[in-house]
């Protein structure tokens, strides 16, 4: 093999592996986007099937209806942020209230909450603004909360708190449940990690 045929080979196997690199990481982005499209798609649903099964009081029904078209906008949002970072666009951190972006969450897993017999304490001071990307911390806390609900079958209280600590804000997501599984503490932070769920994508 001559000087410039290894050369040529070397060039192909790098290109090759950056394509590889870039499906992998498509990849990795879809899998998110699918897992953040599952919570505002449950709230649709579990508020459709209280609308068609039961027989509510009209304040009940507004109420559904309104989870209803928040979810979708919420699903609308994170397909247009898809889109916009797939451009290479972002729209940046924004000051928000910690505690809004708290109860935001919570509302869009309002009946699946009430169906679990779950209630929420927020205890987050009006004061307490953070410098973020709105949508993605809200989204944060609405896969906290959903996680915390799964965790009691049975309900009980989800409270989340959040204080200032050494020029931060340290924020507690408590439940009543089993805690996490032992076999996953270390490894908690990384992409798709998840035990104990049958169709869990972490």
Same mark, same amino acid.
């Given at each position: 093999?001559?000087?410039?045929?290894?050369?040529?080979?070397? &060039?192909?196997?790098?290109? %090759?592996?950056?394509?590889?690199?870039?499906?992998?990481?498509?990849?990795?982005?879809?899998?998110?986007?699918?897992?953040?499209?599952?919570?505002?798609?449950?709230?649709?649903?579990?508020?459709?099937?209280?609308?068609?099964?039961?027989?509510?009081?009209?304040?009940?029904?507004?109420?559904?209806?309104?989870?209803?078209?928040?979810?979708?906008? %919420?699903?609308?949002?994170?397909?247009?942020?898809?889109?916009?970072?797939? %451009?290479?666009?972002?729209?940046?951190?924004?000051?928000?209230?910690?505690?809004?972006?708290?109860?935001?969450?919570?509302?869009?897993?309002?009946?699946?909450?009430?169906?679990?017999?779950?209630?929420?304490?927020?205890?987050?001071?009006?004061?307490?603004? $953070?410098?973020?990307?709105?949508? %993605?911390?809200?989204?944060?806390?609405?896969?906290?909360?959903?996680?915390?609900?799964?965790?009691?079958?049975?309900?009980?209280? $989800? &409270?989340?708190?959040?204080?200032?600590?050494?020029?931060?804000? $340290? $924020?507690?997501?408590?439940?009543?449940?089993?805690?996490?599984?032992?076999?996953?503490?270390?490894?908690?932070?990384?992409?798709?990690?998840?035990?104990?769920?049958?169709?869990?994508?972490?």
């Amino acid at each position: 093999m001559t000087l410039d045929s290894r050369s040529v080979s070397t &060039r192909q196997t790098r290109e %090759r592996l950056m394509r590889q690199e870039s499906v992998c990481g498509v990849g990795r982005v879809l899998e998110s986007s699918l897992h953040d499209l599952r919570i505002p798609l449950a709230a649709i649903c579990g508020a459709a099937e209280m609308l068609v099964n039961g027989d509510l009081p009209p304040d009940h029904i507004k109420r559904l209806a309104d989870n209803i078209c928040g979810a979708s906008r %919420r699903i609308h949002a994170l397909l247009q942020e898809l889109l916009s970072n797939s %451009r290479g666009e972002s729209r940046g951190p924004e000051r928000c209230r910690l505690g809004e972006i708290a109860l935001a969450a919570w509302e869009s897993l309002s009946a699946h909450a009430a169906s679990s017999g779950t209630i929420l304490a927020v205890e987050i001071q009006p004061e307490i603004e $953070v410098q973020v990307e709105r949508s %993605r911390m809200e989204r944060a806390f609405a896969n906290l909360i959903r996680n915390a609900i799964e965790a009691m079958p049975e309900g009980g209280e $989800v &409270r989340i708190s959040g204080q200032f600590a050494a020029g931060s804000v $340290v $924020v507690h997501v408590d439940d009543r449940g089993p805690g996490v599984a032992p076999e996953i503490r270390s490894k908690l932070f990384q992409p798709f990690v998840t035990a104990g769920k049958r169709h869990g994508l972490g």
